[in-house]
């Protein structure tokens, strides 16, 4: 008697624990005493109340043990234990999983529920579920993860932290989204956190350049599938320092890690900086000095030019009114005979290549803006309704081949008209200083300086020949943005046939430039260029000369004044007449088109200003 109650008194204590309330709420008739005079040998009345269901009778879970006696006799059998009863969470997130798929059941992973105690958030024990069944068990344990969680430092990654306690989704094909989303999501989840990175000595730099990257721009507009995520180039399970020479991003191993998705991979290629920041000029200076040199270009070109347009507007604006006023007088500044009198002041050709400038300036910007942006929400939105990043890559790759064209045309066009052309005076050397070549010339100086002395009511508003020197610079741009922008996008599009004998970080400044020197190009246009062309006071909304090739007389004079008087000198002002103007159908579309290229890039301007005032374009 004595050995039956010095048998029960754990059992007695377990009972005693256990809620007059909850035995009455499960309808129990059934002492869990009873259960023990049968299954003291399964379980141990002490260890049951210690464990995380100890307060718990045993009819909780054995629910349909309601009459003792039938399942004394054998009458009535406990069937499989519904876990979901109390676990209901637990469960939908089971009932979803990769494991719910290949039955593995709650008991496989909680093999004992009468012991069961209660895992305190400690990774180990996680850990030590997890490698019974997987086999990464000797790959994690000696990687940085698995190491610092062994050490117990409970921040650092275990299989919970990037596949869950119970929702533990399928992986699926190594190129599908989903995958390709995860090698790079999860690891974002701890070192996205700045405060955590910070309490464990981490450097929170990978993540901000990872997302600088081309890599990281297009997992944050949603097509991962494209580029490398973080578990490519570190691995999934084996992630060590790179001083590790078992690291995969180790100086010896970084070749056949490039080469997972840069089949031509060379040692050369790998000295790319994957996570260098052209702010840090200690470790990369010569990232630092190109991000200097381009930010300076930025800002000092911008600067003169943007104050260039505020003057002139306002000036602009002036001398409208005095017009106004003078003709309300009745004063007529000079008088010309036939004033709208059309003349030719563009080619066939001339009209063609601006069409295909347009075209591909816009479809560059268009694909290209929101990968420069790809932080904000419109550029994730934009890229979706432009057919999703393949789609885009491929317009901005044939708008960049429509580039090369136009530019390889101007080209020859230059050569064409310094060497071969007819109708044109002097040598090569004087025809490119001269007056109707587009080489900046001592008469850009003079015509500056008259412009800045009208704009403060210094003087009079200077009269300009061929070439204005805006024009001249627009033209040179062209030759700068080809070699900048060109350059470095050929080098972004083909980084396996340049990095066979470039340095990888030589990518690093081809993209600091591409993106910089891009930004500078439809910010000059869409700003400077749509005002000196289409916004100024004298040609709002619009000047479709470009689109026609015409202006009529009162304008050329006016505008060009000395253009005017070289022809009349020459006698040869009526071989640019033209009989009679464009047609009308070819001005309706070819201005809904002007008109329509227009708003689009004030849009993108609007966008491009959005992000900048919501510090977005990292």
């Not at 005493?33 to 040998?41: P, S």
Request: charged share 20%.
């Amino acid at each position: 008697m004595a050995t039956l109650i010095s048998r029960l008194i754990p059992f007695f204590m377990l009972a005693l624990l256990v809620s007059p309330c909850a035995f009455a709420e499960q309808g129990m008739a059934i002492d869990p005493a009873d259960c023990l005079e049968c299954h003291e040998d399964v379980v141990s009345a002490k260890a049951y109340a210690a464990s995380v269901h100890g307060k718990n009778a045993c009819t909780s879970c054995h629910t349909e043990l309601a009459n003792l006696n039938a399942h004394k006799n054998g009458d009535l059998m406990p069937g499989p234990v519904n876990c979901s009863r109390c676990h209901k969470k637990e469960t939908a997130e089971h009932y979803a999983s990769v494991h719910m798929l290949n039955e593995v059941k709650c008991a496989d992973c909680h093999t004992d529920a009468h012991t069961h105690t209660y895992w305190k958030g400690d990774k180990n024990t996680v850990v030590a579920k997890c490698v019974q069944c997987h086999d990464q068990e000797e790959v994690y344990r000696d990687s940085a993860h698995g190491k610092a969680v062994s050490a117990g430092n409970q921040d650092s990654a275990a299989c919970n932290d990037c596949h869950n306690l119970h929702e533990i989704k399928a992986m699926g094909d190594h190129s599908e989204h989903v995958n390709r989303e995860f090698h790079t999501k999860v690891c974002l989840k701890c070192h996205a956190d700045e405060e955590m990175m910070e309490r464990n000595g981490v450097l929170n730099v990978a993540v901000e350049t990872y997302m600088s990257s081309y890599h990281g721009k297009n997992y944050r507009l949603g097509f991962p599938e494209l580029v490398a995520g973080c578990a490519d180039c570190h691995t999934a399970h084996s992630v060590l320092p790179a001083s590790n020479e078992k690291s995969s991003v180790n100086e010896k191993n970084l070749v056949q890690t490039c080469a997972q998705c840069h089949e031509k991979s060379t040692p050369l290629f790998t000295r790319y900086y994957a996570h260098g920041q052209m702010t840090d000029r200690e470790n990369f200076p010569i990232l630092f000095y190109t991000f200097i040199g381009m930010t300076g270009l930025l800002v000092g070109t911008f600067a003169v030019f943007w104050i260039h347009t505020l003057l002139w507007m306002f000036r602009g604006f002036v001398e409208n009114r005095e017009k106004q006023r003078a003709l309300r007088d009745g004063h007529v500044h000079h008088e010309i005979s036939d004033p709208h009198k059309v003349y030719r002041r563009f080619s066939k050709r001339h009209i063609f290549l601006h069409l295909l400038v347009i075209i591909s300036f816009l479809g560059l910007s268009l694909t290209g803006l929101p990968l420069k942006f790809s932080d904000q929400a419109w550029a994730r939105f934009m890229m979706e309704h432009l057919g999703g990043a393949p789609m885009a890559g491929l317009v901005h790759r044939i708008c960049a081949v429509i580039t090369f064209v136009y530019f390889g045309s101007a080209i020859l066009m230059s050569i064409n008209f310094l060497f071969f052309r007819k109708g044109i005076q002097g040598n090569w050397l004087q025809r490119l200083f001269g007056p109707d070549s587009l080489c900046p010339n001592l008469r850009d100086v003079k015509d500056v300086t008259a412009m800045v002395r009208w704009f403060f009511f210094r003087g009079p508003k200077p009269t300009f020949e061929r070439w204005t020197y805006w024009e001249k610079f627009d033209f040179l741009a062209v030759f700068w943005g080809m070699f900048a922008i060109g350059g470095s996008g050929l080098m972004l599009w083909f980084p396996e046939i340049f990095g066979a004998f470039l340095p990888g970080w030589a990518f690093n400044v081809a993209t600091i430039v591409h993106s910089d020197e891009a930004l500078l190009a439809t910010g000059f246009i869409f700003t400077v260029h749509f005002f000196n062309t289409h916004g100024r006071p004298e040609k709002f909304p619009m000047d479709f000369v470009i689109f026609n090739g015409e202006m009529c007389k009162e304008e050329f004079i006016e505008e060009r004044g000395d253009q005017w008087k070289r022809y009349e000198e020459a006698g040869i002002t009526e071989t640019f007449a033209k009989p009679k103007p464009s047609g009308i159908l070819y001005d309706f579309f070819i201005k809904g088109f002007g008109f329509l290229a227009l708003f689009t890039g004030l849009g993108l301007l609007a966008l491009m200003l959005l992000a900048f005032l919501s510090g977005g374009g990292h």
